[in-house]
Every structure is written in C-alpha cells, then in structure tokens.
C-alpha cells in the first residue's frame, strides 16, 4: 500500500483518538519521502496542534517512509525509471503523486504483485488511472476506501467506527468548502476597484464554488495565481483539498454512511 499526501493528511484529522494509527501497525504502508515532506508542509500550515507532528512521528515508525527500496527509488538508482515513467505517461510534474506512482510501478514489478495506491487527489486519480490498467500496476483507491478495507478486515473496527469515521471525513472536506468560500467573499469585498481583473476573477470563483463546479473553479484558480495576489494566493494553496477532491467523491461518503447505519459488513464468521 502506497499513500498520497491528501490521504495521509485526511486520515490523521479523521483520527480523533489515534484509533486508526495504532491498525496500520499491521500492514505494509509504503510512504515516498516526498510525500512526506509534502504532508508536514501541507498540515502545519493548515493547523497549528501539536497532535499531529506526535502522530507523524507515530507514524513514520512503522511506516517504510525511509527504507532502501523508496529513499533509493526517489534517488539515483531510478532515474532511468524516471525517464521511463515520463515516457510511458505525460505527467510533468515530479511531485508527491509522480514519486507514488513510480514506487508503485517498482513494486509491481520487483515484487510481481498488484499494488494499492491510495490518493483523494481526484485530478492525479483521473490522471494515472489509464496508466495503472495498461500496465497492470494495481489500483488507484481513497481514504474512504481504505476505511472500508479496515473495517472489513479487523473484528475490532465496528460498524459505529467506520460511521463515525466517514462523517469526520465528510465534516473535514464540508468544513474546508465552507472556510474557502468565506475567505474570498471576504476578499472580494476588500478589493479595491484597481484590482478589477483579480476582482473579477474571485466572483467568477466564488460562483464556480457555489454551484459545486469543481473543474470551473479548478481554471479559474490557475489564472487567479497568473495575478500574484499574495494574500489570495495563499489562501487558494491553503484550500488546495477542496480543489482535488469532486463532490461525486462526497456523494459517496454519504452514500456509504447511509448504507452502513443500518446493514453490516459482510463475514463468514
């Protein structure tokens, strides 16, 4: 199993009592360094308790965030798989997402085996997902997906774990939604008539958010950034979750709370 910053970031807020971080002891998490790096980045700029550098540092003990086979696939012994990698797929970037991907294309093929990579970057999910099948990588999953994996497979995770869970989940991305939309009604307000091109592309923005049209607002974010505002520059990049993730994404957490409120998990026992 391989892990995404977003995923990593999701599962350590939906964790309330460490109760999710003390299963993953049991099973073979791989994390590029990359992504980790983007994670203590990415959370300590969006929330300042000291929970989570605990939980990080938790995390990275039984994790293989810095064993042989992912410090040496980011390092020299890959870059011919690199170039592979860049060949095979157009991806441009060599981010947190790019080095996943190619740590799962090296276990793949070292270890013969189908690999899980979990993202709730819905953009670089739609992006790899045609590379992942034509080269029988494995598969290209998310956080609520691996919620289920857990409940499904651990007697001790109950129904009422994985519900609670997944409306920690909802409430998260709900919560980050709310808190972007806010944030740039209030700078529409503060702009002055000379940042009338900046202007109008944040009331183009927030209209994008309020009908949930997330691959609008995900174009109308990118010329925002071309006007180096800053302060909404900032902002953009601290809600970057709510531009990756797809409100399909939240109509399925909904769903799976439904659904589990009132049936159980499938068991042979």
Same mark, same amino acid.
């Given at each position: 199993?391989? %892990?995404?910053?977003? *995923? ?17 002891? !049991? ?9 980790? #790096? ?5 959370i ?7 929970? %989570? ?14 064993? &042989?086979?992912?410090?040496? *696939? ?8 690199? &170039? ?6 157009s ?8 080095? *996943? ?9 070292s ?11 819905? !953009?670089?999910?739609?992006?790899f ?22 409940a ?63 691959? *609008?607002?995900n ?9 180096n505002? !800053? ?10 979750s ?5 409100? #399909? ?10 659904? %589990? ?9």
């Open positions: 199993m391989i %892990f995404d910053a977003c *995923s990593i970031i999701n599962l350590l807020i939906v964790d309330e009592d460490d109760f999710i971080l003390g299963r993953l002891r !049991k099973l073979d998490i791989r994390i590029c360094q990359k992504v980790y #790096s983007e994670v203590k980045e990415n300590r700029s969006k929330y300042s308790d000291d929970t %989570f550098d605990s939980q990080l540092g938790e995390l990275s003990k039984y994790t293989n965030i810095y064993n &042989d086979f992912i410090r040496e *696939s980011e390092n020299e012994i890959t870059r011919c798989y690199e &170039d592979n990698l860049l060949k095979c797929y991806y441009g970037k060599k981010n947190g997402e790019f080095y *996943s991907v190619l740590c799962c294309s090296l276990l793949s093929r270890k013969k085996v189908k690999v899980f990579f979990y993202t709730d970057d819905y !953009k670089a999910k739609n992006d997902a045609i590379f992942f099948a034509q080269h029988q990588i494995g598969y290209i999953e998310d956080t609520a997906d691996f919620l289920l994996f857990l499904a497979n651990d007697n001790s995770f109950q129904k009422i774990d994985l519900v609670r869970f997944m409306d920690n989940l909802r409430s998260n991305y709900n919560s980050d939604f709310m808190k972007l939309l806010n944030a740039m009604r209030k700078h529409y307000d503060s702009l002055s008539p000379k940042d009338k091109k900046v202007k109008d592309l944040v009331f183009d923005l927030i209209g994008a958010l309020s009908k949930r049209d997330i691959e *609008s607002a174009k109308i974010k990118l010329k925002i950034y071309e006007k505002n !800053k302060d909404i520059n900032q902002i953009l990049k601290t809600y970057e709510v531009f990756q993730a797809q409100f #399909s994404y939240l109509d399925k957490i909904d769903h799976l709370i439904r659904h %589990f409120s009132k049936h159980d998990f499938f068991s042979i026992e």
